[in-house]
């Protein structure tokens, strides 16, 4: 087959095409390919962070990590935080969007507090819940002593398995107003035809709930599940700022790890070892969430 | 040297021939700006320390403000850092080559371990600015890593593992002296644990205060964590008692001393929630502003060791005083740093925290303005016990006068390995004997890497 010659007209369409797109490329490769390409390359080396010279190592950075014990400890501490904070963060926000969708004379003012954890800096709400940890002055150990479920203070941050829970719990209360959004919002959109449809049927307020209301969310769900697994794998701050990881390596997650090599020790090329390991962890999310976005595209 | 002829040098700050070119052309190029770029002419330093209370906040604006007016154009930015925060970020300022001009009040062991990596510019033209003749003899030694070269200097000193004591609650229990021995102290601290008062706020996080005291600890009980010629000396008896006594501490200390650092630990002794506590000598303006109360009985003596044969170690952080290599303005800077020590700003510094950073030059500790102080003069004794320990004192950058200085110090504190030895013996109860071997494999690898 013989190629069609183009007309001037339409080079210059294609040319314009060309130069229209550049922008979006160059940023594009400006603040995705090339860091993404420079953790690569860093992870290549043994990198002293505060002078930023080493030596090529090749590949012995990603011998070094998958050998190690503590690569895997992090990673199952990951998956733990992960799936315990979103799984709360779902139950939570679910609970509570469904209760904002009643008709309750305070729900303007509720629907505006309950985003007040998920607007509220990281650092701040880790101070206030550090004080209601607090193991002399804190509430949460008043009340339980108060109650009398234990005669002494609890130590919430600093022992297994409560530093675990507690991190999990407050990454739960700081994270899901963003379920109740979105539920929220998928909620009002339900036609009233089909509860009113499964009543004449007989279904009471569960059957409602598990026929009517579930299988409607189940794409909203689906989204959220993926883009909050995303942000809580990746999740900093609130860990590090609670427990700093500890005790021990209790509640070290990758990305503390990533932190810690970078910063602590000072070995920038294993810390981007960590982190492009990381990055493939998460691509993982990435493209089962691009799939199913794409899905519900077409 | 007086107190006008530091004020002198500093007053005329020499700018180089290109700097005054380049200052030209680029007042040149603002005066063809907008106007409201011009205020870059300024020269503007930045000024990095972990020690930010309000008070001593209070006394760094004095001094900035003196100097700004000594110095037109230039203009002096205070910035915080935290003990546990500095490595961090200084590790990013030098690698994107944004540093501040002067760091101040971090460990010595920090110092060497940048100047060894050639982050840092040489002290010497502050020192010679100061006076060498100013300070304590030997006080400058730890910083002399390469011969003649001193890679920073110290802004005081401080006794960092006092060991702090409540003389009512002692005397309540019936006991007639403060420990001397490991054994005597943990007999006090059951005797006054009671009505909801704990022995002791010993930390067990995982951060330098923790590493801090087990180092100590080690030392207390006779050992050292390296030898003299810097080969691996963890694995002794000394550091198995270190750890069992850390371990038998526990049941003495809050439950949420598991997440303790310096500020959580101090407020504990403070606020009456221990009967005892370590710190340095901030404990006394701290009990003095926040429990007073509790003012008339607070003392402080070194902590007690294993036994009474072996003698006490004092942790001396070195509170230092460094200039990144990177940095801007040169010679403004070390016209900043030698003004730091100038009298007046100087003991307003110190007496922001009486007796917790001490002074470092001696023409200042017998200056009558820096004796003129209420806290001072209430814990005069106290301060002499201070004083006296961290004269005497030591870190793991220089365990000893026999050792060498460790120019990985820095790394290994900030690794974390010491407190994760801590927590795996104590939290997790593992074996001390393999524990104790992975620390010392862990810094080995810091000391080859």
């Known amino acids: 087959m013989t190629q069609q010659q183009k007309t001037p007209l339409e080079r210059q369409y294609g040319l314009l095409g060309v130069m229209l797109i550049a922008p979006t490329v160059l940023v594009f490769c400006a603040v995705i390919v090339y860091p993404l390409v420079s953790a690569i390359y860093l992870s290549l080396f043994s990198i002293y962070t505060p002078t930023l010279k080493g030596d090529w190592v090749g590949l012995d950075n ?85 109650s ?52 004449i049927d007989g279904a009471g307020p569960i059957s409602r709930f598990i026929d009517v209301t579930l299988p409607q969310l189940r794409d909203v769900l689906v989204v959220i599940i993926m ?65 199913r976005t794409g899905r519900a595209d077409s | 040297m007086t107190h006008a002829t530091i004020s002198d040098r500093i007053r005329n700050v020499k700018i180089s021939r290109r700097a005054a070119l380049a200052g030209m052309g680029a007042s040149a190029a603002m005066m063809a700006g907008p106007s409201q770029l011009r205020a870059q002419d300024t020269t503007t330093l930045r000024w990095w320390s972990p020690q930010s209370s309000p008070e001593q906040l209070s006394a760094y604006n004095f001094q900035i403000k003196k100097f700004e007016e000594m110095n037109p154009g230039i203009k002096v930015v205070f910035e915080k850092t935290s003990d546990e925060g500095y490595q961090p970020q200084l590790a990013a300022a030098f690698a994107s080559g944004e540093v501040p001009n002067i760091v101040t009040h971090l460990p ?91 022995g002791a706020p010993l930390p067990y996080a995982k951060n330098s205060m923790t590493t801090l005291t087990i180092i100590g600890f080690i030392h207390l009980a006779g050992g050292q964590v390296f030898s003299p010629d810097l080969d691996m000396a963890l694995d002794s008896q000394a550091t198995r008692d270190a750890l069992e006594f850390y371990r038998s501490m526990r049941e003495l200390c809050p439950p949420g001393a598991t997440n303790y650092s310096w500020g959580e630990s101090l407020t504990a002794f403070v606020s009456g929630a221990t009967a005892t506590g370590i710190y340095t000598g901030r404990a006394l303006i701290n009990v003095n502003k926040q429990n007073p109360p509790i003012a008339d009985h607070v003392t402080c003596v070194t902590y007690p060791t294993i036994s009474k044969d072996v003698a006490s170690w004092t942790f001396n952080d070195f509170p230092s005083m460094f200039i990144p290599k990177a940095a801007k303005n040169m010679e403004a800077t070390k016209a900043f740093a030698a003004f730091l020590y100038d009298p007046e700003g100087y003991i307003q510094q110190l007496h922001a925290a009486p007796g917790h950073v001490l002074p470092v030059l001696k023409t200042i500790a017998q200056d009558s303005r820096y004796q003129d102080n209420d806290i001072i003069k209430k814990y005069s004794s106290e301060v002499e016990t201070m004083s006296a320990a961290a004269a005497a004192g030591h870190n793991l950058g220089w365990e000893t006068p026999k050792h060498k200085p460790n120019v990985k110090a820095g790394a290994i504190v900030g690794s974390g390995v010491f407190a994760e030895m801590v927590q795996r013996v104590v939290l997790n109860n593992d074996n001390i004997d393999t524990v104790i071997g992975d620390t010392a494999k862990a810094i080995e690898g810091i000391m080859k890497g």
């Open chain 1, 62 to 146: 990603y011998a070094e990590l998958l050998s190690g014990s503590e690569f895997w400890s992090s990673l199952w501490n990951n998956i733990i935080w992960t799936v315990g904070t979103l799984t709360l963060q779902i139950v939570f926000g679910v609970g509570m969007a469904l209760l904002l969708h009643q008709n309750l004379w305070f729900r303007s003012l509720a629907r505006s507090l309950i985003l007040f954890p998920y607007f509220v800096s990281t650092v701040v709400a880790v101070l206030v819940w550090r004080w209601l940890f607090n193991d002399l002055y804190g509430i949460l150990n008043h009340l339980v002593i108060f």
């Open chain 1, 148 to 199: 009398g479920l234990s005669e002494m203070p609890l130590d919430w941050l600093g022992s297994m398995p409560n530093a675990m829970l507690s991190v999990i719990f407050v990454g739960a209360w700081k994270y899901f107003p963003f379920v109740v959004i979105a539920v929220l919002a998928r909620l009002q959109t339900i036609p009233e035809q089909l509860y009113e449809a499964a009543r």
């Open chain 1, 227 to 291: 883009l909050r697994a995303i942000w809580d794998f990746k999740e900093f701050d609130l860990i590090y700022l609670l427990t700093g990881g500890g005790p021990v390596i209790s509640t070290q997650t990758l990305p503390l790890l990533v932190y810690k090599e970078a910063f602590a020790l000072n070995r920038m090329g294993m810390a981007s070892a960590y982190a492009v390991v990381m990055m493939a962890i998460m691509l993982v999310f990435m493209i089962a969430y691009i799939r």
């Open chain 2, 108 to 198: 010595s062991f920090a110092v060497s371990d940048y100047w060894s990596n050639g982050l840092l510019e040489p002290f010497n033209d502050v020192i010679a600015a100061v006076g060498p003749e100013k300070y304590y003899d030997g006080a400058n030694a730890i910083y002399e890593i390469d011969k003649g070269q001193f890679a920073g200097s110290g802004i005081g000193n401080s006794a960092a593992n006092m060991l702090w004591l409540r003389k009512d609650l002692l005397q309540e229990a019936n006991i007639d002296k403060a420990p001397e021995t490991w054994d005597e102290l943990r007999s006090a601290c059951k005797a006054m644990q009671k009505g909801g008062i704990y």
